[in-house]
Each structure stands twice: as structure tokens, then as C-alpha cells.
T-cell receptor, first 112, second 114 residues
Framework: SQTIHQWPATLVQPVGSPLSLECTVEGTSNPNLYWYRQAAGRGLQLLFYSIGIDQISSEVPQNLSASRPQDRQFILSSKKLLLSDSGFYLC???????????FGQGTRLTVV | AQTVTQSQPEMSVQEAETVTLSCTYDTSESNYYLFWYKQPPSRQMILVIRQEAYKQQNATENRFSVNFQKAAKSFSLKISDSQLGDTAMYFCAFIGSGTYKYIFGTGTRLKVLA
């Protein structure tokens, strides 16, 4: 069966420090991969999605970037964190088109 | 652009009662999927139910059912026999056949009261 691993679960980082959040999917090939951010009391904002190893789309121009070094690995990065980067980050995967997405357990990021 | 609107930020229901959460969406696509996700206090996103737009029959999963009105672009979730474990944030989501992007509403926080 397919599983998704996302880590770390919680992270506290100072302003200006770098960020790396990792997500890995097991049990499937060529998944579509997603990074969402959920700010307090708000819905899910799509940050990046990738339908292939060399195909990453950015939805919101900001302080973050994404990479897909392997088929089932998706990394969210920042060179210098801002206070506004605080939030709950969710990785998700799906297969094919017009199907449901499955989510990781999320990372709570607090920038201080 | 597709949008998903959940107009009820918070709702409450007595245990064992029935509650309906509202969702409307806007799209020009003819083929799409709609979903309801549950996010309990653990914050794990859990798929509750899905509906294919080409199916006229409303989806049902145990105590959860939807009322899909395609012409009105409405997709409400009915929870029957509410249980304390149903307390969570509920998100309505959309994905169209022409895109890989899931669009989420802002969520409805549901509290089931004992």
C-alpha cells in the first residue's frame, strides 16, 4: 500500500535561517506531488506541485522553493526564513488526473 | 479560475443529530471531482468522501453523504448520527480535468456536543 512520510513534524527556526522540509512517498511510481500551507484559521494554499521529476510549478511567488531530486521525493526549501513563513505545511500526493489526493501528517513551522 | 466557497466558518451539532455543511464552487469545466476532507485536532487530512461530476448519483460513505447539485454548483456534506469523533475542520475541495491543482475552501469547523 502507498504511504507518505513528511518530516520534521515540528520546527522552530529563527528569522533568516534556511529551511528544508522533506516528503517521501512509498508504494507508487510517478506520483503528482504537492506542497500546501495552512495559515492559522485559513484554508489550504497551494505552494508548489510537480507532475514529474523535472516539472515543478510554483503557485505563489515568495520566499520558498521546491525541488524533486527523486521520483518520490519532494523538498520545500528557503534560503532565509521570514516571520510570515510560519504555518502548517502539508505534503500530498496523487496519481493520474482527477483523483483524490492523500496527505502527509504535516509540519508545524514557527519562525521566531 | 476555479474557486471553492465554504460560507460557514463554524458549526455545532448535538451528538446523534444530523448536520449539513455547505460548499459551492465555480468552474467552467465539465469533468471534475469534488471532495470533502476532515482535519481533526491531530491535523491529519483525511478523505471523507468524493464525487465525480459525471455521476448523477450522490456519493455515500456510511454516515456521510453528499448532495451534489451540478447546475447550482453546490456540494454539501451531510453527517448523520453525529459522533464526538466527528469534531474537526472540514474542507471542501475541487479538481478539474484540465489541471492537477486541488482547490480548497476555507473550511468549516464542526463541533459535536455531548
Amino acid at each position: 500500500s502507498q504511504t507518505i512520510h513528511q518530516w520534521p513534524a515540528t520546527l522552530v527556526q529563527p528569522v533568516g535561517s534556511p529551511l528544508s522540509l522533506e516528503c517521501t512517498v512509498e508504494g507508487t511510481s510517478n506520483p503528482n506531488l504537492y506542497w500546501y500551507r495552512q495559515a492559522a484559521g485559513r484554508g489550504l494554499q497551494l505552494l508548489f506541485y510537480s507532475i514529474g521529476i523535472d516539472q515543478i510549478s510554483s503557485e505563489v511567488p515568495q520566499n520558498l522553493s521546491a525541488s524533486r531530486p527523486q521520483d518520490r521525493q519532494f523538498i520545500l526549501s528557503s534560503k532565509k526564513l521570514l516571520l510570515s513563513d510560519s504555518g502548517f505545511y502539508l505534503c500530498a500526493w496523487s496519481v493520474g488526473i482527477v483523483t483524490e489526493a492523500f496527505f502527509g501528517q504535516g509540519t508545524r513551522l514557527t519562525v521566531v | 479560475a476555479q474557486t471553492v466557497t465554504q460560507s460557514q466558518p463554524e458549526m455545532s451539532v448535538q451528538e446523534a443529530e444530523t448536520v449539513t455543511l455547505s460548499c459551492t464552487y465555480d468552474t467552467s469545466e465539465s469533468n471534475y471531482y469534488l471532495f470533502w476532507y476532515k482535519q481533526p485536532p491531530s491535523r491529519q487530512m483525511i478523505l471523507v468522501i468524493r464525487q465525480e461530476a459525471y455521476k448523477q448519483q450522490n456519493a455515500t460513505e456510511n454516515r456521510f453523504s453528499v448532495n451534489f447539485q451540478k447546475a447550482a454548483k453546490s456540494f454539501s456534506l451531510k453527517i448523520s448520527d453525529s459522533q464526538l469523533g466527528d469534531t474537526a475542520m472540514y474542507f471542501c475541495a475541487f479538481i478539474g480535468s484540465g489541471t492537477y491543482k486541488y482547490i480548497f475552501g476555507t473550511g468549516t469547523r464542526l463541533k459535536v456536543l455531548a
